[in-house]
């Protein structure tokens, strides 16, 4: 699977393993936290539901806008310095930000945390780089597929361990994630090999790049890259609404504990993995990356709408394979994106995504956590599932900008043949 430049002397070489075990230990250390965000908060509002949602816009709100200014700089500091500096910056900053949430006294301390977090908010954006790094195109789409299984397996261990220990203490689990981040930095600084050799590396660093606009601009130079970030945007937007008020959700209307939403959002996880660790490699083959996007994007237009329907948890079941092949829709549009930038633009289109991701980040709080507090504070509305309503529209909308992005793509052949 890798193509990796050889490594000078004493070093070993870069391979997709490397920052395989990274991404699953950055996972599932975040994997932790998830359950037990939610119920800090709205320990620290007095048990008020709709309180804690509001403060869970504010923190991914601020924390989207960090990283939406923070992306461009460190995909292009990883195209001029290498993968392996940018990587540990990210590592560092997040394990800063599990400290602030064990230690918090208050909100603010919470909010500060937050903020570094999302400023170095570049694990798995370099990642995806460095996949890019050491991996031919034509596998591009099963190893993004891994990548995928990689945070999925975050979110099956990290929300059972997350859950239990919350149980015993609330901030305990935030200590757990504060250690494997410890020694993932230790394993990035000791073990993991820098993957972009310094004749791929840019010559400098170009300030007038290193901003949001500037770092978006990419996605308008080369073909085809336009279309496949509205599909990155729209699913990134739509993805949202799970960090938003999932836990929230599933607490108010399935009065579940945090233990068990976290051990169900682990068996839930088992699907994603099945998916991006065995279907994802073999369906990219048979019917091409387009397909394997196009398919992950219409499906959970049907699942998320089943969410926002179930009344209990048994049924809400029923949706868990449409959402499991969610998984589809990343790596085939990776594998597309990857494709159209060469090895010096690779932590650019990242750091671009990232910013997008950024934006998702604003956008979806606001529409998913401020709908769903409104619900909670309209009960007579019985319209808790409205924030997963929204979000299956957004689908729907990825979907469509995925099927254009085949007809711009025909387009451009035929105007490049008929030259």
Not at 394 to 410: K, N, P
Request: glycine letters at 12%; a positive charge; hydrophobic letters at 50%.
């Amino acid at each position: 699977m890798s193509d990796a430049p050889a490594p000078s002397s004493g070093r070993r070489a870069a391979a997709f393993g490397f920052i395989f075990v990274s991404a699953v230990a950055c996972a599932i250390s975040i994997g932790i936290m998830v359950p037990v965000l939610p119920n800090l908060l709205k320990q620290f509002n007095g048990g008020d539901t709709a309180a804690a949602a509001d403060w869970i816009v504010i923190f991914n709100v601020f924390g989207g806008l960090a990283s939406f200014f923070a992306g461009p700089v460190l995909g292009l500091m990883s195209d001029r310095f290498g993968r392996r500096p940018v990587l540990l910056i990210s590592i560092g900053g997040l394990g800063l930000d599990f400290l602030f949430m064990a230690f918090a006294p208050s909100l603010s301390w919470l909010f500060v945390g937050r903020l570094i977090s999302g400023a170095t908010a570049g694990v798995f954006s370099t990642a995806n780089a460095y996949v890019a790094d050491v991996t031919a195109p034509e596998n591009r789409a099963r190893a993004f597929g891994w990548m995928g299984a990689a945070f999925t397996v975050g979110f099956l261990a990290g929300p059972a361990i997350g859950g239990y220990l919350g149980d015993i203490n609330l901030r305990l689990p935030f200590l757990a994630s504060a250690a494997l981040t410890l020694v993932n930095a230790l394993y990035g600084y000791f073990v993991v090999p820098e993957s972009l050799a310094p004749e791929k590396r840019t010559t400098h660093f170009d300030l007038r790049r290193a901003n949001p606009l500037g770092s978006l601009r990419l996605l308008n130079s080369h073909h085809e890259l336009l279309p496949l970030a509205a599909v990155s945007f729209l699913n990134q937007l739509a993805n949202m609404v799970w960090p938003s008020v999932f836990v929230l959700y599933a607490g108010y209307r399935f009065h579940w504990t945090p233990g068990l939403t976290g051990g169900f959002m682990a068996g839930v996880s088992i699907a994603g993995v099945l998916v991006q660790s065995f279907v994802v490699g073999p369906f990219a083959k048979r019917f091409g990356e387009r397909a394997c996007m196009i398919t992950g994007a219409a499906l959970p237009v049907i699942g998320l709408a089943w969410v926002s329907y179930a009344p209990n948890g048994w049924l809400y079941l029923i949706g868990v394979p449409f959402n499991a092949f969610w998984q589809l829709l990343n790596p085939g549009l990776q594998g597309l994106m990857t494709r159209r930038v060469g090895p010096s633009e690779q932590g650019q289109l990242q750091g671009a995504n990232q910013s997008l991701m950024g934006i998702s980040s604003v956008i979806g709080p606001l529409i998913y956590g401020l709908s769903f507090a409104w619900t909670v504070r309209h009960p007579e509305l019985r319209l808790p599932g409205l924030p997963f309503i929204l979000a299956s529209f957004t689908m729907a909308a990825c979907l469509s900008f995925a099927v254009w992005s085949g007809y711009h793509a025909q387009a451009h052949a035929m105007r490049e043949a008929a030259k």
